[in-house]
């Protein structure tokens, strides 16, 4: 006997069936049946039960697959990228944003936070969001950007105080990287 476990498959999951079930339970007084209503508060509660959950690896990869076979692509844009980009002024990224964005600078940020134990050095608060403090300041010194003797783990609101009425340093060297000479790297 072949079991039936899907819509099309079952004959009692069709609409004219549940219809008559429906019909059926409304006439006993079945208070048990599931409106519309009810069957939604269910499934956003489920969804708020599995909210927060991680998943596997290839669960993910099967959602990933899932969402290109249904043909889910975002759009790419590429008329709308870089230099095509209506807001793109050329040059105008700092040369401290480029270095921020850079491999060597996550490296030094990783290493600084792993040292630390991901803990803000000044109020002891863990995790969260926490940044990399330069001891000596970032422009005027240079060779000490990705010391990582030179950084402390601090949180948004440690870090912010610790800038607090202090005046900005200055930076050595051109601040955009149009400035830059065309044989010197941005970063």
């Not at 950007?145 to 950084?151: H, L």
Request: charged share 20%.
């Amino acid at each position: 006997m072949m079991r039936a476990t899907n819509r099309t498959a079952n004959p009692a999951k069709t609409d004219e069936a549940r219809a008559k079930i429906a019909a059926a339970a409304a006439l006993r007084g079945n208070a048990h049946m599931m409106t519309p209503e009810a069957r939604l508060k269910a499934v956003a509660g489920i969804s708020k039960a599995s909210r927060g959950k991680s998943l596997t690896a290839e669960h993910k990869t099967h959602i990933g697959a899932g969402v290109r076979r249904a043909g889910c692509v975002p759009p790419r844009n590429a008329h709308l990228v870089g230099r095509n980009h209506p807001n793109w002024i050329d040059g105008s990224s700092t040369i401290r944003n480029k270095a921020f964005n850079s491999p060597e600078y996550a490296v030094f940020r990783t290493a600084c936070l792993t040292r630390d134990n991901w803990t803000c050095r000044d109020c002891g608060n863990r995790g969260g969001r926490l940044e990399v403090h330069h001891v000596e300041p970032w422009g005027p010194h240079p060779e000490l950007r990705y010391a990582v003797s030179n950084g402390v783990t601090l949180c948004r609101h440690c870090h912010l105080a610790r800038h607090r009425n202090q005046p900005r340093p200055v930076t050595t060297g051109p601040r955009v990287v149009a400035d830059l000479p065309s044989n010197q790297p941005a970063v």
